[in-house]
């Protein structure tokens, strides 16, 4: 292999172009992102960017030096157009075409948006330039509105409060969050918010962003001054149309994290099948996108011992004082036992139960090596009977 290239200069590409280095790959490696950063971290964007603890300065994933030592072919600012699977050419929105014999796809997702125009006054969070722009409009006392309570609603919410703005918060299913971490849980964020003098309303469906505010879909008006609409994402699988890779809800990946034979898809974009759990997932967290970008690259250099890729997929989430955890496969989970603290102090552990299996783990306000035996128990596949039976009186 003489020619790699990896599409899409974030977390997941990084981290590939960094493994083929390292595992000793010597040939071309053309990174091509449509953004004009060098790559940055994106999870500080809601968080200590937003909350002005951070410049952007602090954002990059990699010093300048750093980067210039991988020998990269860096192509920022422009997007890639097209893909010729037979001809092996990436197409570029400049013209250029580049020829590959080892593709990477990590292209991310973009936000989802609602219909209607509201200017300026209307943002969604995705980039540090949208970062940045929600950042200048939180000022004391202006109005915002979140329109979705999921983690990053629910974070730039919390942000937004620790910096005097009056918050609303918009969610169409009666508990936040409940088919990811279950009906408990969600009620105990929900509170979180309510303690933080959020207006938490639930069960409310947005149709558009109005002038002055959103319209909900029974007309009604909430006024705003600036509105953050997360309501989740697309991945950016467009200018792999009519290429003849598989493209759903993102770009379809076998065990291997493979989408064509020398095309593997990683990171955000990546629905692959995943063996530990024995289905597909497309995983939305920053830990995956380094892992599976390491994991590609791997399977890249050795096509005669690729290994599936399997994580125990993991996230956190920073929200008002405490930092929440997960391991595992939380979304259909059938039972959630709490084995350690309690809910009402925001302090505990709760385990998920998937069949007769431990499925997952999710911790709020403990410390990481509390959750180590039950990232093993899921990575085990642990029966549930054995790992949470005994903890649990009976009838608890
Ligand atoms: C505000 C925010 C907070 C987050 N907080 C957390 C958190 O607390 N915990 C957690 O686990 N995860 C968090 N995440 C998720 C995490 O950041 C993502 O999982 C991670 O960034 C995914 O990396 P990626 O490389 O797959 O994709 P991305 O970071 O989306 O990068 C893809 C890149 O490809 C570019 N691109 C797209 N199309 C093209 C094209 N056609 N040509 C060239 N380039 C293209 C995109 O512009 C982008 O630069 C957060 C995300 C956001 C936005």
């Known amino acids: 292999m003489k020619q790699v290239v990896v599409v899409g200069a974030s977390a997941a590409g990084l981290a590939a172009a960094e493994t083929l280095r390292r595992e000793g790959y010597e040939g071309t490696i053309t990174l091509i992102g449509d953004e004009p950063y060098h790559p940055y971290d994106r999870p500080p964007l809601s968080k200590q960017i937003l909350g002005r603890q951070w410049e952007a300065d602090r ?43 080892g593709l990477v796809i990590a292209t991310g997702v973009r936000p989802r948006r609602l219909p209607g125009d509201g200017g300026e006054r209307a943002h969604v969070l995705r980039t540090l330039d949208d970062a940045l722009a929600l950042r200048d409009r939180l000022v004391p006392g202006r109005r915002l509105v979140v329109v979705g309570a999921g983690f990053l609603g629910a974070e730039a919410a919390a942000v937004a409060r620790g910096l005097g703005v009056e918050v609303t918060l918009l969610e169409p299913t009666p508990v936040p969050l409940a088919p990811a971490v279950g009906e408990r849980v969600g009620r105990m964020l929900a509170e979180a918010h309510h303690d933080h003098g959020v207006d938490l309303r639930t069960g409310v469906t947005v149709a558009e962003v109005a002038d002055g505010g959103v319209r909900l879909a029974d007309g009604t008006l909430v006024e705003a001054d600036e509105v953050l609409v997360a309501i989740g994402s697309v ?7 009519g290429s003849g890779l598989t493209l759903g809800n993102g770009l379809e990946c076998d065990e291997y994290s493979a989408a064509a034979p020398g095309v593997y898809g990683a990171g955000d974009v990546a629905r692959w099948h995943n063996p530990l759990f024995g289905t597909a997932m497309r995983i939305e967290h920053r830990t995956n996108a380094t892992e599976q970008g390491m994991a590609v690259a791997r399977n890249l250099l050795r096509p005669d011992a690729r290994k599936p890729f399997a994580p125990v997929p993991y996230f956190w989430s920073d929200q008002y004082d405490f930092r929440i955890q997960a391991y595992g496969l939380l979304r259909g989970h059938e039972e959630v036992t709490v084995v350690e603290g309690a809910l009402e102090e925001r302090k505990f552990l709760a385990v998920y139960r998937s069949g007769d299996r431990v499925a997952g783990v999710l911790a709020v306000g403990m410390p990481p090596k509390a959750l180590r035996t039950w990232r093993q128990a899921v990575a085990t596949r642990a029966a549930w009977r054995d790992a949470v039976g005994e903890l649990v009186p009976e009838g608890a």
């Open 59 to 101: 954002v990059p994933l990699r010093a300048p030096a750093d980067l210039d030592g991988l020998g990269l072919d860096l192509r920022l600012g422009t997007a890639a157009t097209g893909l010729d699977l037979a001809g092996r050419t990436v197409a570029l929105a400049d013209g250029a075409r580049v020829p590959y014999d």
């Open 235 to 241: 991945p950016n699988t467009d200018w792999l149309e």
